[in-house]
C-alpha cells in the first residue's frame, strides 16, 4: 500500500488548496493496517459542492463508526490540479491519509447529476485503474454508484461494477460486510464476488443483465443472464430516518452550502409530475421536533456554526414545522440563522419564514414554476395566482425587499400564453412590492428547461427543442427588462446534454468514454462545458442524441430503466401521464385519501407474504427466509 508523498509542495501551486489537503475538524483518521475493509467516498465534483452533500457524510459517519471498517474521502480535482497530477505522475490519493485510492477495497461514488458522468471517468484513471468495469479484475477496488442518479444505470454500465439502489444507510452496511466476510474467506474471481453482491437487496449488477433493442432502436426488453436473478431489482428504502448526523467534517474553505444541516423530512408528497424526487424518495418520513433541537445543539457544539439548513423537499410540509421552529427559537433565541431551503407557494410558507427570520429580512424564494394556473394543474402543482399574490403580499408587508421566483420552460403542453403569464405574474409581484418598499422592492425571476426525467410521469414526454427555448427565453428577457425585473436562464444546449444522458441506455456509454477521451469534464460547469465536442463524441460513436431527448415513447414501450423498480408502480405513472393530457390534478395523499402509487406495499416483509401467499395457491412451501440479506423472490413479485 502507498501512501502518496510530496503533496504539500503541490499545494501552493494550484487554487484553493484547501480541496485537497485533509486534515479538517471532525475528519476521522484510522489505523490502515488495522482495517479489514477500506471504502474511498468519491465525489465527482469539486471538494467545494462535494462537502456539502449530505448523503457522503452520513454514510462516511456509518462506515467509520464500525469496528474494522475504514472510510475516507476524494474528490474531482480542478483542472490546474489534474495538469500537475498528469505531467508528475500523481495518483488520485484519499483526503484523510494520503493512499492511493487504488488501494481501497471499495470506491464508492455518489452519482447527484449527470453533468459528473465524465469525472468519474476521469478519477478512475487519474486512479491509475481500468475506466472499462470489463477490464478490471480481483486485484482491482470495487466501483460502485449510488444516490438518484443511480436508479437510471444503464448509462454507466460499462464503468461500473455495482450500484446501490435507494437509501444507502443499510445498503452500504450490507456491502461493506460482505466484502470484509469475502476478503477473510480468501476471495475469488471478480464474476463470483458480483453474483454474491446481487443477492443483497438494493443491489444491481448491470452485467449480468442483457439489453435487447427493436429495429427502431427502441429498447425491447432488459433481460437478467441467468434464472436465479429477479427481472426487477427493487431499491432500498429505510422504514424510519436514521439519526441525524450530527458531526460532520467541517471544511476550511467555503462550500455551497457551509453551515449546519439537518434532514428534518424524506420524501414528498405533492406529486408535481416533473419532479424525479418527490417519486423516488418515497414514502415520506419525518424527524420529531425533539430529535430536531437536540441535533442541532450537537450540531452547533460540534461545529461551531451558527447557521442551520432543515432540509426536506418541502420544508413546510413536515407536519409539525412550527413546533420545531418555536423549539429552536426557544434553545438559540435569534444567535441561530435557519435557512428553509424548499418552501410551498403559500400563506403558511411565509408564516413560517417570519418565525425563522432573526436578522433581518431580504430575500424570500418562491417556486410557482409555471406562468398560469392552467399549467400548473397540468405539472400538478397545485397553487392559483391568488395564492402567489397572497403570499407575495404577506412576505412584503412583513419586511421582506426581494422576492425570486423559479419557473421552467419547455414543459409538457406549454404555450406561449404560458410564457406570457411569467411576465405578468413578475409584473404583479413587482406591483405588490412597490406598494410597499417602493423602489427598494426587488423582483427577480430565474428559469430552467424541463428535463424529462427516469421514474417521472414524464418520462413519456420530449424534450422542448433548443430553438423553441431559446425563442422563450429572449421573450422572457425583453419583456421583463421592461417592466424592471432581472432574469436569468439556462443555455438550452447545456440541457439538451443533460436530457440524453438522463435518458440514456447501455449504447451512450461508448459517447460517455469518447467524449472523456476528448477532454471533456466538469460538464455541469459553464467554464468547461462544450457542445460541439459532445457532438463529436456522439457522430463518432453512432448516437443520435435527439433521439433520447426528443423521441415520446409509447404508452406501454419498455424504458432503459424498466427492470429497476423504485416502489412506486409503472401503471401509476402511466396513469398520472394520461391526467396530464387531461390536465386532471391529483391530490396530495398526506392530506387526502391514498392514491394507490404502489409504495406503500414495497418493503421486504409484505413482499415476501405476497410472494408466500402466491407460492401457496400453487401448493408450494413458503419462501425460506433465513440467511437471506433479502429476497431474490420479492423482486418477481407483482
Same mark, same amino acid.
Given at each position: 500500500?502507498?501512501?502518496?508523498?510530496?503533496?504539500?509542495?503541490?499545494?501552493?501551486?494550484?487554487?484553493?488548496?484547501?480541496?485537497?489537503?485533509?486534515?479538517?475538524?471532525?475528519?476521522?483518521?484510522?489505523?490502515?493496517?488495522?482495517?479489514?475493509?477500506?471504502?474511498?467516498?468519491?465525489?465527482?465534483?469539486?471538494?467545494?459542492?462535494?462537502?456539502?452533500?449530505?448523503?457522503?457524510?452520513?454514510?462516511?459517519?456509518?462506515?467509520?463508526?464500525?469496528?474494522?471498517?475504514?472510510?475516507?474521502?476524494?474528490?474531482?480535482?480542478?483542472?490546474?490540479?489534474?495538469?500537475?497530477?498528469?505531467?508528475?505522475?500523481?495518483?488520485?490519493?484519499?483526503?484523510?491519509?494520503?493512499?492511493?485510492?487504488?488501494?481501497?477495497?471499495?470506491?464508492?461514488?455518489?452519482?447527484?447529476?449527470?453533468?459528473?458522468?465524465?469525472?468519474?471517468?476521469?478519477?478512475?484513471?487519474?486512479?491509475?485503474?481500468?475506466?472499462?468495469?470489463?477490464?478490471?479484475?480481483?486485484?482491482?477496488?470495487?466501483?460502485?454508484?449510488?444516490?438518484?442518479?443511480?436508479?437510471?444505470?444503464?448509462?454507466?454500465?460499462?464503468?461500473?461494477?455495482?450500484?446501490?439502489?435507494?437509501?444507502?444507510?443499510?445498503?452500504?452496511?450490507?456491502?461493506?460486510?460482505?466484502?470484509?466476510?469475502?476478503?477473510?474467506?480468501?476471495?475469488?474471481?471478480?464474476?463470483?464476488?458480483?453474483?454474491?453482491?446481487?443477492?443483497?437487496?438494493?443491489?444491481?449488477?448491470?452485467?449480468?443483465?442483457?439489453?435487447?433493442?427493436?429495429?427502431?432502436?427502441?429498447?425491447?426488453?432488459?433481460?437478467?443472464?441467468?434464472?436465479?436473478?429477479?427481472?426487477?431489482?427493487?431499491?432500498?428504502?429505510?422504514?424510519?430516518?436514521?439519526?441525524?448526523?450530527?458531526?460532520?467534517?467541517?471544511?476550511?474553505?467555503?462550500?455551497?452550502?457551509?453551515?449546519?444541516?439537518?434532514?428534518?423530512?424524506?420524501?414528498?408528497?405533492?406529486?408535481?409530475?416533473?419532479?424525479?424526487?418527490?417519486?423516488?424518495?418515497?414514502?415520506?418520513?419525518?424527524?420529531?421536533?425533539?430529535?430536531?433541537?437536540?441535533?442541532?445543539?450537537?450540531?452547533?457544539?460540534?461545529?461551531?456554526?451558527?447557521?442551520?439548513?432543515?432540509?426536506?423537499?418541502?420544508?413546510?410540509?413536515?407536519?409539525?414545522?412550527?413546533?420545531?421552529?418555536?423549539?429552536?427559537?426557544?434553545?438559540?433565541?435569534?444567535?441561530?440563522?435557519?435557512?428553509?431551503?424548499?418552501?410551498?407557494?403559500?400563506?403558511?410558507?411565509?408564516?413560517?419564514?417570519?418565525?425563522?427570520?432573526?436578522?433581518?429580512?431580504?430575500?424570500?424564494?418562491?417556486?410557482?414554476?409555471?406562468?398560469?394556473?392552467?399549467?400548473?394543474?397540468?405539472?400538478?402543482?397545485?397553487?392559483?395566482?391568488?395564492?402567489?399574490?397572497?403570499?407575495?403580499?404577506?412576505?412584503?408587508?412583513?419586511?421582506?425587499?426581494?422576492?425570486?421566483?423559479?419557473?421552467?420552460?419547455?414543459?409538457?403542453? $406549454?404555450?406561449? =400564453?404560458?410564457?406570457?403569464?411569467?411576465?405578468? !405574474?413578475? /409584473?404583479?409581484? +413587482?406591483?405588490? @412590492?412597490?406598494?410597499? &418598499?417602493?423602489?427598494?422592492?426587488?423582483?427577480?425571476?430565474?428559469?430552467?428547461?424541463?428535463?424529462?426525467?427516469?421514474?417521472?410521469?414524464?418520462?413519456?414526454?420530449?424534450?422542448?427543442?433548443?430553438?423553441?427555448?431559446?425563442?422563450?427565453?429572449?421573450?422572457?428577457?425583453?419583456?421583463?427588462?421592461?417592466?424592471?425585473?432581472?432574469?436569468?436562464? $439556462?443555455?438550452? =444546449?447545456?440541457?439538451?446534454?443533460?436530457?440524453? !444522458?438522463? /435518458?440514456?441506455? +447501455?449504447?451512450? @456509454?461508448?459517447?460517455? &468514454?469518447?467524449?472523456?477521451?476528448?477532454?471533456?469534464?466538469?460538464?455541469?460547469?459553464?467554464?468547461?462545458?462544450?457542445?460541439?465536442?459532445?457532438?463529436?463524441?456522439?457522430?463518432?460513436?453512432?448516437?443520435?442524441?435527439?433521439?433520447?431527448?426528443?423521441?415520446?415513447?409509447?404508452?406501454?414501450?419498455?424504458?432503459?430503466?424498466?427492470?429497476?423498480?423504485?416502489?412506486?408502480?409503472?401503471?401509476?405513472?402511466?396513469?398520472?401521464?394520461? /391526467?396530464?393530457?387531461?390536465?386532471?390534478?391529483?391530490?396530495?395523499?398526506?392530506?387526502?385519501?391514498?392514491?394507490?402509487?404502489?409504495?406503500?406495499?414495497?418493503?421486504?416483509?409484505?413482499?415476501?407474504?405476497?410472494?408466500?401467499?402466491?407460492?401457496?395457491?400453487?401448493?408450494?412451501?413458503?419462501?425460506?427466509?433465513?440467511?437471506?440479506?433479502?429476497?431474490?423472490?420479492?423482486?418477481?413479485?407483482?
Amino acid at each position: 500500500m502507498t501512501i502518496v508523498r510530496g503533496l504539500d509542495a503541490v499545494f501552493p501551486r494550484v487554487q484553493k488548496p484547501a480541496r485537497y489537503t485533509g486534515g479538517e475538524w471532525n475528519s476521522v483518521v484510522k489505523d490502515w493496517d488495522a482495517a479489514d475493509v477500506r471504502v474511498a467516498f468519491a465525489y465527482p465534483d469539486l471538494y467545494d459542492i462535494g462537502m456539502s452533500n449530505m448523503g457522503i457524510g452520513i454514510l462516511y459517519d456509518i462506515v467509520n463508526r464500525r469496528d474494522g471498517m475504514l472510510a475516507e474521502r476524494v474528490f474531482a480535482p480542478w483542472s490546474d490540479m489534474e495538469a500537475i497530477m498528469r505531467a508528475e505522475g500523481i495518483p488520485l490519493w484519499s483526503l484523510e491519509s494520503r493512499h492511493r485510492v487504488r488501494d481501497f477495497d471499495i470506491i464508492g461514488f455518489s452519482l447527484s447529476y449527470e453533468g459528473t458522468y465524465t469525472n468519474i471517468l476521469n478519477m478512475l484513471d487519474l486512479a491509475g485503474l481500468p475506466v472499462l468495469a470489463a477490464e478490471r479484475d480481483e486485484r482491482h477496488p470495487l466501483v460502485i454508484c449510488g444516490g438518484s442518479g443511480a436508479l437510471n444505470p444503464d448509462a454507466l454500465a460499462d464503468f461500473v461494477d455495482v450500484f446501490c439502489l435507494g437509501d444507502g444507510e443499510e445498503t452500504i452496511v450490507d456491502v461493506v460486510d460482505f466484502v470484509r466476510d469475502w476478503k477473510a474467506q480468501g476471495g475469488g474471481p471478480r464474476d463470483e464476488m458480483l453474483r454474491r453482491l446481487q443477492k443483497i437487496w438494493g443491489v444491481y449488477v448491470p452485467r449480468f443483465y442483457e439489453p435487447t433493442y427493436n429495429a427502431d432502436g427502441s429498447i425491447k426488453s432488459i433481460e437478467p443472464e441467468e434464472a436465479w436473478l429477479p427481472r426487477k431489482v427493487t431499491k432500498r428504502f429505510v422504514q424510519e430516518l436514521p439519526p441525524p448526523l450530527t458531526n460532520p467534517i467541517v471544511p476550511y474553505l467555503q462550500t455551497v452550502h457551509d453551515r449546519m444541516a439537518i434532514e428534518i423530512q424524506r420524501g414528498c408528497t405533492q406529486g408535481c409530475r416533473f419532479c424525479q424526487a418527490g417519486i423516488i424518495y418515497r414514502p415520506r418520513l419525518e424527524r420529531s421536533p425533539e430529535e430536531v433541537v437536540c441535533a442541532a445543539r450537537e450540531l452547533r457544539a460540534n461545529t461551531g456554526y451558527d447557521e442551520l439548513s432543515l432540509v426536506s423537499l418541502s420544508t413546510t410540509d413536515h407536519s409539525r414545522i412550527v413546533e420545531i421552529v418555536e423549539g429552536l427559537r426557544r434553545d438559540f433565541g435569534d444567535t441561530l440563522t435557519i435557512a428553509l431551503p424548499s418552501m410551498r407557494v403559500d400563506s403558511f410558507s411565509v408564516r413560517i419564514s417570519e418565525l425563522v427570520a432573526s436578522r433581518g429580512k431580504h430575500n424570500i424564494t418562491f417556486a410557482p414554476e409555471a406562468g398560469t394556473e392552467r399549467l400548473r394543474m397540468t405539472i400538478n402543482k397545485i397553487v392559483t395566482d391568488a395564492d402567489l399574490y397572497t403570499a407575495v403580499d404577506n412576505a412584503f408587508a412583513q419586511g421582506w425587499t426581494n422576492v425570486k421566483m423559479y419557473f421552467m420552460v419547455g414543459q409538457p403542453t $406549454e404555450t406561449h =400564453e404560458d410564457i406570457e403569464g411569467i411576465v405578468t !405574474l413578475a /409584473r404583479r409581484v +413587482r406591483e405588490i @412590492g412597490r406598494g410597499y &418598499h417602493g423602489g427598494r422592492a426587488r423582483v427577480r425571476v430565474s428559469t430552467s428547461n424541463f428535463i424529462p426525467k427516469a421514474h417521472t410521469p414524464f418520462q413519456w414526454a420530449s424534450q422542448a427543442r433548443p430553438d423553441v427555448l431559446r425563442q422563450r427565453h429572449l421573450y422572457l428577457r425583453d419583456a421583463l427588462k421592461k417592466i424592471g425585473v432581472q432574469f436569468t436562464w $439556462e443555455d438550452p =444546449e447545456h440541457s439538451l446534454l443533460e436530457a440524453v !444522458l438522463s /435518458r440514456g441506455d +447501455r449504447r451512450l @456509454g461508448k459517447a460517455i &468514454h469518447r467524449a472523456w477521451q476528448l477532454g471533456s469534464r466538469f460538464d455541469a460547469w459553464h467554464e468547461h462545458y462544450d457542445w460541439p465536442r459532445w457532438l463529436r463524441a456522439f457522430e463518432e460513436t453512432g448516437i443520435d442524441p435527439e433521439f433520447y431527448a426528443y423521441r415520446e415513447p409509447g404508452l406501454f414501450d419498455p424504458f432503459p430503466w424498466s427492470h429497476i423498480n423504485i416502489g412506486v408502480t409503472e401503471s401509476y405513472l402511466r396513469a398520472e401521464w394520461m /391526467r396530464t393530457l387531461k390536465q386532471q390534478t391529483t391530490p396530495d395523499c398526506h392530506k387526502q385519501p391514498c392514491n394507490v402509487c404502489g409504495v406503500q406495499n414495497q418493503n421486504a416483509e409484505d413482499c415476501l407474504n405476497r410472494f408466500d401467499l402466491r407460492l401457496a395457491a400453487q401448493g408450494k412451501a413458503p419462501a425460506n427466509r433465513e440467511g437471506l440479506i433479502r429476497p431474490i423472490e420479492m423482486f418477481s413479485v407483482s
